[in-house]
T-cell receptor, first 110, second 113 residues
Framework: LAKTTQPISMDSYEGQEVNITCSHN???????ITWYQQFPSQGPRFIIQ???TKVTNEVASLFIPADRKSSTLSLPRVSLSDTAVYYC???????????FGSGTQLTVLP | DTAVSQTPKYLVTQMGNDKSIKCEQN?????MYWYKQDSKKFLKIMFS???????INETVPNRFSPKSPDKAHLNLHINSLELGDSAVYFC????????????FGQGTRLTVV
C-alpha cells in the first residue's frame, strides 16, 4: 500500500486558490490517487480521483506529474465552508481497502 | 434519502457492556467497510465485506464481530467494551472493492465510561 505524506495544516483566506500537495513516492502502477474531504462530525466525502496528468470537476482540480510520485489538489477560490481535513489516498482495487493518511487540516480565514 | 446510514449516532455505555452499531446503504453497492477514527483523527480500516463475504479483518480484537445479513447491511457488534474502544466508527460502501469512490455514513461516536 502506497504511503502518502501531506502537510499537517494549511491556512488560507477566502477567495484564494489553495493547493495541497501529497507525496506518494512508492506508488504502484495500478494505484489511483484519490482525495477526500472531511468536515467535523461527518464522514469523509469523495472529492476527486485521477491516475495521471490533470483531472477537473466542479469542485477541484487534481494535478499529477508524469512520475506520479506526488499530486496536488487545487481548490479554486475557497470559502469559509471549505475548512475541513483533506485526505490524499493512493490505492488500488487489489488492496481491497482505502488507506487514509493523516490528512491536511485546511483552515480558511475571513 | 441518505446513501449510507448508521444508527445510533451517539452511543454512551459502560465498560464490559455489549453494543451494536447498524449500517445500511441504499446505493446497491457490493462492498461495505467499517472504519475507526480515533481522537487524533486517524481513519483506520477495520473490516471490508464484499457481497456479504469478509475480505479484510485488520488486526481487530475478536470482541468486534461484523455481521452482514445482506449486501445492503453491515452491522458491527462489540463485546465487553473497553475504554480504548471510544472513538468514532464510520461505515462506508463502494461499488468496487478498494479503488473506487466510497460513500461514508455520518459516523457513530462511541463513548465507553
Amino acid at each position: 500500500l502506497a504511503k502518502t505524506t501531506q502537510p499537517i495544516s494549511m491556512d488560507s483566506y477566502e477567495g484564494q486558490e489553495v493547493n495541497i500537495t501529497c507525496s506518494h513516492n512508492n506508488i504502484a502502477t495500478n494505484d489511483y490517487i484519490t482525495w477526500y474531504q472531511q468536515f467535523p462530525s461527518q464522514g469523509p466525502r469523495f472529492i476527486i480521483q485521477g491516475y495521471k496528468t490533470k483531472v477537473t470537476n466542479e469542485v477541484a482540480s487534481l494535478f499529477i506529474p508524469a512520475d506520479r510520485k506526488s499530486s496536488t489538489l487545487s481548490l479554486p477560490r475557497v470559502s469559509l465552508s471549505d475548512t475541513a481535513v483533506y485526505y490524499c489516498l493512493a490505492n488500488s482495487g487489489s488492496a481491497r481497502q482505502l488507506t487514509f493518511g493523516s490528512g491536511t487540516q485546511l483552515t480558511v480565514l475571513p | 434519502d441518505t446513501a449510507v446510514s448508521q444508527t445510533p449516532k451517539y452511543l454512551v455505555t459502560q465498560m464490559g457492556n455489549d453494543k451494536s452499531i447498524k449500517c445500511e446503504q441504499n446505493l446497491g453497492h457490493d462492498t461495505m467497510y467499517w472504519y475507526k477514527q480515533d481522537s487524533k483523527k486517524f481513519l483506520k480500516i477495520m473490516f471490508s465485506y464484499n457481497n456479504k463475504e469478509l475480505i479484510i479483518n485488520e488486526t481487530v480484537p475478536n470482541r468486534f464481530s461484523p455481521k452482514s445479513p445482506d449486501k445492503a447491511h453491515l452491522n458491527l457488534h462489540i463485546n465487553s467494551l473497553e475504554l480504548g474502544d471510544s472513538a468514532v466508527y464510520f461505515c462506508a460502501s463502494s461499488q468496487v472493492i478498494g479503488g473506487e469512490e466510497a460513500f461514508f455514513g455520518q459516523g457513530t461516536r462511541l463513548t465507553v465510561v
